[in-house]
């Protein structure tokens, strides 16, 4: 393959649905799937239910574009990235799971016939910073007592800044990852990953590096997502802002409080040495109240 004539990121929303969400890549979609949920029989067949269509890139800046497929036994996949954290993503996540999930209970359908739901979010920003594991799996489990509840239930997360392996060794995981996380750079493919597979998913970088309309849709696409990671960033900056302000500002009542009640204090002690010397001055026979000036003649 020759050099991409422009560097190409995978994680870019267009350039993603199209390497895993074009019926004509299914066979990397199932070699994802198979990679990331690793199953005890492997996915050997999958439809996907929602394909690439570049128009939905066009107009929209702010959707989130996820795939959905279905295998030979009528599960459901959903495949999502997100290059950016915002507030609320693990309740996005539950939700849009849920909606696929409630949405095959079609009218005339029992709660039997539920097939299971498994959701992979690809993440461009460390969401579960109090792990340091790149690949959370969360299924509805009592980790107490050690039981399942249901398998119906299965969200991966992949964090990719905390994805770090010697690229000697890679898993079939590692080799998407690595993909994802590294291609953005690429002209050509590294000989770690010179599979077909891989081949494949870098031909999908190609077209989008070298069509004209395709290059296009990419820029506008990788322009959209800077602009809204850019907003984001002004909104923490100025909600950081807002809550150092206000830190502040309760510093500055705190301290004026302290000023107040040491000056009550001091006032109540002076109130007490008054009283104390005005005892003194009745014990020697001299009125308290007296006119200085008339005590000294």
């Known amino acids: 393959m020759t050099p991409l004539k422009h560097l190409i990121d995978p994680l870019v929303d267009c350039v993603f649905k199209a390497l895993l969400g074009s019926p004509e890549n299914t066979n990397l979609t199932l070699d994802f799937l198979n990679a990331i949920i690793k199953p005890e029989i492997p996915i050997n067949q999958i439809e996907i239910q929602n394909p690439y269509n570049e128009k939905e890139f066009l107009n929209d800046k702010l959707t989130i574009v996820d795939i959905k497929a279905k295998d030979q036994q009528d599960r459901s996949y959903q495949i999502e990235v997100q290059l950016a954290i915002f507030a609320y993503l693990p309740e996005r996540m539950l939700y849009t799971w849920s909606d696929i999930y409630q949405s095959q209970l079609t009218s005339g359908k029992d709660f039997n016939e539920l097939k299971p739901v498994v959701s992979i979010w690809l993440l461009g920003e460390t969401l579960l910073k109090q792990s340091t594991e790149f690949h959370h799996h969360f299924q509805i489990y009592d980790p107490v007592n050690q039981v399942s509840l249901s398998d119906q239930c299965s969200i991966h997360l992949l964090e ?133 000036d008339k005590l000294n003649e």
Not at 197 to 218: I, N, P, W
């Open 160 to 292: 990719l800044p905390k994805w770090q392996k010697q690229l000697s060794a890679l898993s079939k995981e590692d080799e998407w990852l690595y993909f994802f996380q590294n291609a953005k750079d690429w002209e050509q493919l590294p000989t770690q990953l010179n599979n077909p597979e891989m081949r494949q998913a870098m031909a999908v970088l190609s077209s989008f590096s070298e069509k004209e309309k395709a290059y296009h849709l990419y820029q506008s696409r990788r322009i959209a997502l800077v602009e809204e990671s850019s907003k984001k960033h002004l909104l923490e900056e100025a909600q950081q802002k807002l809550i150092e302000s206000e830190h502040k500002r309760e510093e500055s009542e705190r301290k004026m409080d302290e000023a107040i009640n040491l000056a009550n204090e001091e006032n109540k002690q002076a109130l007490i040495e008054q009283e104390r010397l005005k005892a003194l001055l009745k014990n020697a026979g001299i009125d308290p109240d007296a006119n200085i």
